[in-house]
């Protein structure tokens, strides 16, 4: 079974003000007091300005103009960038974060990892040890990022630790 995603995770406003700026749908809201904001390459194409190069090795949408959006972004809060690309077992996880105009973490990518890094950057803590920070704010609902977009129109509740 797969599971790719693509989006960022902040603050809900931060990502509401976003979404509707860029007239993207709505945020969903996380555990902790983040939401997260699932983007397709359809939603970056009408927002970002081509071309979409400069990509990091190991990612798929995370680009140069992307960035330069975000370090702006990231002077009203903190954002994480998370994808992940996996198909049966096998595939890789990135993300950066983005902090006071800067990256307060470098674009990694990895089997496992940068993700809960990412989180963890913006405060996310694991309530028990069978728990990382990905399943600790809700990541994990959904597999795929057009599953996220579908539910944002209806938040279910988020348990909260």
Not at 42 to 48: K, N, P, S, T
Not at 54 to 83: C, Q, R, W
């Amino acid at each position: 079974m797969g599971h790719v995603i693509t989006g960022l995770v902040a603050a809900p406003p931060l990502l509401a003000d976003m979404a509707r700026r860029h007239r993207l749908h709505s945020p969903a809201l996380l555990a902790q007091g983040l939401a997260f904001l699932p983007l397709r390459d359809i939603d970056l194409d009408a927002f970002l300005s081509p071309p979409l190069d400069g990509t990091p090795e190991g990612f798929s949408s995370l680009s140069a103009p992307l960035i330069d959006h975000l370090l702006t972004l990231s002077l009203k809060g903190p954002v994480a960038y998370v994808e992940t690309d996996y198909f049966a077992g096998t595939g890789s996880q990135g993300a950066a974060v983005f902090r006071d105009g800067h990256l307060a973490m470098q674009p990694v990518t990895a089997h496992t990892g940068p993700i809960n890094l990412a989180l963890a950057f913006l405060g996310v803590k694991a309530r028990h040890e069978q728990e990382d920070e990905f399943e600790a704010v809700g990541l994990n609902r959904f597999r795929h990022t057009e599953e996220w977009i579908a539910a944002t129109g209806e938040q279910p509740e988020i348990p909260e630790p």
